[in-house]
């Protein structure tokens, strides 16, 4: 039995909650990821996997081997990544990921990242504030920027780098087209906002959660014209049709160069949340984690996030 792979096929199986789908990642059949589980199994003498007529979960057992089947793969990586680089230069990939009304920001930061150490390969994924954290603790992904106020007040798995403040805008088509692109229009209120078209994240992303409070304290229910999981459709679906959106600052930079489009910072009240980096608190980093984490707290970087997350820059 290859202890490593087989590790690898029960961190798929979890995280594909299902044994034709896990293989399917793993490259392998399914009788051959089946029969890798139950040696496995015969190896720690426990039982590793419920199974009814389909995948039933981990037992509690299960979930003891597959903690440490998380840091054994992790521990491997670094390992690996550690033969590859030499004192000064850190190597690999580094799995970074962020809520979608930061991938913007977090684009940067990979792009700065990459320029400063070019042996680094920054994978950059967008997920749900609920998938960062089980990235985090399944240490599948390295890093995530997302919002530090979910993390629990005394958590002890996790570390917080904080980096910047989400300002929020609405976003809508300009009476006429800008020659000089996107436009900053007076502010606008919660309330007045509430009582346009809009076009929304749907109810799990945890940016709709802080809209939908901002809108309730302002004394208004909204029943929005469009519900969306992606960014680009709620930037879009403003350009294109008549309704209007709810966008953090990083965003509105992001679509500046659209001339029809103009922004206006929505107050009453003044919403303002802070966004950060995330860490597990207690895997041990690779060099190329270092190498991020020590970018997070530069001020260089420090002044770059917030220069183009509350408000437009040339």
Not at 155 to 167: D, K, P
Not at 251 to 272: F, K, M, N, T
Request: proline share 7%; aromatic share 4%; with cysteine.
């Amino acid at each position: 039995m290859n202890l490593l792979s087989s590790l690898r096929y029960l961190v798929a199986l979890k995280e594909h909650s299902h044994f034709g789908r896990a293989a399917q990642a793993c490259h392998i059949t399914q009788p051959a990821l089946s029969n890798a589980l139950r040696a496995l199994e015969a190896e720690f003498n426990v039982v590793i996997v419920k199974r009814d007529r389909a995948y039933a979960g981990f037992t509690p057992e299960g979930e003891r081997v597959l903690a440490s089947a998380h840091l054994m793969l992790h521990e491997h990586a670094i390992l690996q990544q550690s033969l590859k680089s030499d004192v000064h230069v850190p190597r690999g990939p580094l799995r970074i990921g962020a809520v979608p009304t930061a991938i913007p920001v977090v684009a940067r930061f990979a792009a700065m990242l990459q320029a400063r150490h070019p042996g680094i390969v920054p994978i950059v994924l967008s997920l749900s504030s609920a998938d960062l954290e089980k990235g985090l603790e399944a240490l599948s992904i390295d890093l995530a920027l997302g919002y530090p106020e979910r993390m629990a007040p005394n958590s002890t798995r996790l570390l917080a780098h904080a980096q910047y403040t989400e300002h929020y805008f609405l976003l809508r088509r300009a009476a006429k087209p800008h020659p000089d692109g996107l436009q900053i229009g007076p502010p606008i209120s919660w309330a007045e906002a509430g009582q346009l078209p809009l076009v929304l994240l749907t109810p799990e992303m945890h940016n709709r959660t802080l809209v939908d409070a901002a809108f309730l304290t302002a004394g208004v229910s909204i029943r929005p014209a469009i519900e969306t999981n992606s960014i680009l459709t709620m930037a879009l679906s403003v350009v294109a049709g008549d309704v209007c959106s709810v966008l953090p600052g990083a965003l509105v930079g992001a679509v500046r160069s659209y001339r029809e489009l103009e922004a206006l910072p929505l107050l009453c009240p003044d919403i303002r949340t802070p966004i950060g980096f995330m860490s597990h608190a207690q895997a041990r980093p690779s060099r190329a984690m270092e190498a991020a984490l020590a970018l997070t707290t530069d001020p260089v970087w420090l002044r770059h996030a917030a220069a183009h997350s509350g408000l437009l820059v040339a």
